[in-house]
């Protein structure tokens, strides 16, 4: 019977892909006598017609492929690895091979490939799935398929508008929170400094959003409030009353006017950075 397109499919997909599979298949020797491979899995009859050249060429040009979209989109990775790095995309590559006609989606599953494969390399930096989903995250903010508009603000300065009005969210904004401060991991990798020995977990938010003018990706590390403020209007659209006394219910001691008034002025922080791109009705 005729191979089916589904497993010419399948082969070449193996062939190209999986290193260990090809390798066998160019050398000739049977799965069976140099530890079962993929290449086993596939019809011998088709096997025995397909081009060695071409798949080694081909394959070599994909993986020149991958490892640069690889690297472009996970550089503090890369550098953490080393020598190691090639290796590794190779590897998860085998584990996640491409499935999207968006050559930068190839890259999307690193983050859960090192957390469920890279326990050797967590060991050494345990923060580097979450750098790797940092990393990631910055291509997926820019490549959001929305317009980011800016609407008008205006300074609260009157008790009509905490009520009727409230923030509008820039629709491009992710909220994270991760055991590492991945941020300044970030500025010291990017900067070429030298990590310290042993990274120490610290609990840190982190807002990554699209600048509607530059169109660029921007990280805003969030302090405790900022991050409740900020996930909180996110989720849903909030009043600037009902999120005002949200910061009075968690500061504290702190006395009820002071925290309003560090509201205010978080919120035209906020504003000025376009995290808020407004005011936005909510009567």
């Avoid at 994909?62 to 190779?90: E, R, T």
């Avoid at 967590?122 to 959001?144: D, G, H, N, S």
């Avoid at 020995?197 to 610290?202: I, N, Q």
Wanted: with cysteine.
């Amino acid at each position: 019977m005729p191979a089916s397109l589904r497993d010419i499919e399948q082969a070449l997909v193996t062939l190209w892909m999986n290193r260990r599979a090809r390798d066998t298949f160019l050398q000739g020797k049977s799965g069976r006598r140099s530890g079962r491979t993929a290449v086993d899995k596939l019809p011998p009859e088709l096997v025995e017609q397909i081009d060695k050249r071409g798949i080694n060429l081909y394959a070599s040009l994909l993986n020149f492929g991958h490892q640069d979209v690889m690297l472009s989109i996970y550089p503090g990775c890369a550098k953490l690895l080393g020598d190691k790095w090639a290796a590794v995309v190779d590897s998860y590559l085998e584990h996640y091979p491409p499935g999207h006609y968006n050559f930068n989606r190839t890259a999307e599953r690193f983050s859960e490939y090192l957390t469920k494969y890279g326990e050797r390399h967590r060991k050494k930096y345990p923060f580097i799935a979450e750098l790797a989903e940092y990393e990631w995250l910055e291509l997926q903010v820019m490549e959001t398929a929305v317009e980011v508009e800016v609407a008008a603000y205006e300074q609260l300065t009157r008790p009509e508008q905490f009520e009727s009005s409230g923030p509008l969210v820039n629709p491009t904004l992710v909220v994270r929170r991760y055991c590492y401060p991945i941020p300044d991991i970030v500025d010291h990798l990017r900067d070429d400094c030298c990590l310290p020995r042993k990274v120490e977990p610290k609990p840190t938010s982190v807002a990554l959003y699209r600048d509607p003018y530059g169109h660029h990706c921007r990280f805003l590390e969030l302090g405790d409030l900022a991050a409740a403020v900020v996930d909180t209007a996110r989720q849903s659209r909030q009043s600037y009353a009902a999120l005002a006394a949200l910061v009075v219910g968690l500061s504290g001691e702190k006395g009820a006017e002071q925290s309003v008034l560090e509201f205010l002025e978080l919120v035209d922080k906020l504003q000025s950075l376009y995290l808020f791109v407004g005011s936005t009705d909510v009567s």
